[in-house]
């Protein structure tokens, strides 16, 4: 099974800072997703990356994915406190078409006003 | 149209009892994934169904461990004989076809005493 390990584990920022999350991984992936998960709740998924280099915008959230489809990150531009949660990269893996998502080890992220 | 649906969002065993877990899909969803997530850790794949059949269990525990997704009704997950380290959240997510975005319900959470 392949894994994805997150950086860093934990992020304690104020209101109108920036952060960047890293997912790293030594195996490709066919596609990779990011989840926000509430306490109490299932993640929520914010995007799917699938082509190498590819970059997506979510607002203040920017999504990469690495040329060679091993890692990703997550940049959040001026990050308010609605922003704070466990953030989750995950990966499919298989080439059956079959999504069978591989989760990161989280980033729990804590924004103060 | 309603999310995935989970029931029960809590449920407290003691050991050697058992626990059943359900999951509705989304509407028009014939895909069922299963994921456990324990105590500080991330999701973990356990078991893939579609109507009827389970494609692939390969995160399943060998023992005391079932899934089933029947023509009619709910996915059920089923757990004999509980111990302690069954304690966790589990979540279920569907998706409409195999490849396509995984929706994932706000888990059950179990406690084994």
């Known amino acids: 099974t392949q894994l994805l390990e997150q950086s860093p584990q934990f992020l304690s920022i104020q209101e109108g800072e920036n952060l960047t999350v890293y997912c790293n991984s030594s195996?490709?992936?066919?596609?990779l997703q990011w989840y926000r998960q509430e306490p109490g709740e299932g993640p929520v998924l914010l995007v799917t990356?699938?082509?190498?280099?590819e970059v997506k915008k979510l607002k203040r959230l920017t999504f990469q994915f690495g040329d060679a489809r091993k890692d990703s990150s997550l940049h959040i531009t001026a990050a308010q406190p609605g922003d704070t949660g466990l953030y989750l990269c995950?990966?499919?893996?298989?080439?059956?078409?079959?999504?069978?998502?591989?989760f990161g080890t989280g980033t729990r992220l804590l924004v103060s006003p | 149209n309603a999310g995935v649906m989970q029931n029960p969002r809590h449920l407290v065993r003691r050991r050697g009892q058992e626990a059943r877990l359900r999951c509705s899909p989304m509407?028009?969803?014939?895909?069922v994934y299963w994921y456990r997530q324990l105590p500080e850790e991330g999701l973990k794949f356990m078991v893939y169904?579609?109507?009827?059949?389970?494609?692939?269990e390969s995160g399943m525990p060998k023992e005391r461990f079932s899934a089933e997704f029947p023509k009619e009704g709910p996915s059920i997950l089923r757990i004999q004989q509980v111990v302690r380290g069954d304690s966790a959240a589990y979540f279920c997510?569907?998706?409409?076809?195999?490849?396509?975005?995984?929706?994932f319900g706000p888990g059950t959470r179990l406690l084994v005493l």
């Open positions: 997510a569907s998706s409409p076809s195999l490849s396509e975005t995984q929706y």
């Open positions: 195996s490709v992936f066919s596609s």
């Open positions: 990356v699938v082509t190498g280099g």
């Open positions: 995950a990966g499919a893996e298989g080439n059956t078409g079959f999504q069978k998502l591989v």
């Open positions: 509407k028009g969803h014939s895909h």
């Open positions: 169904l579609q109507k009827e059949n389970i494609i692939d």
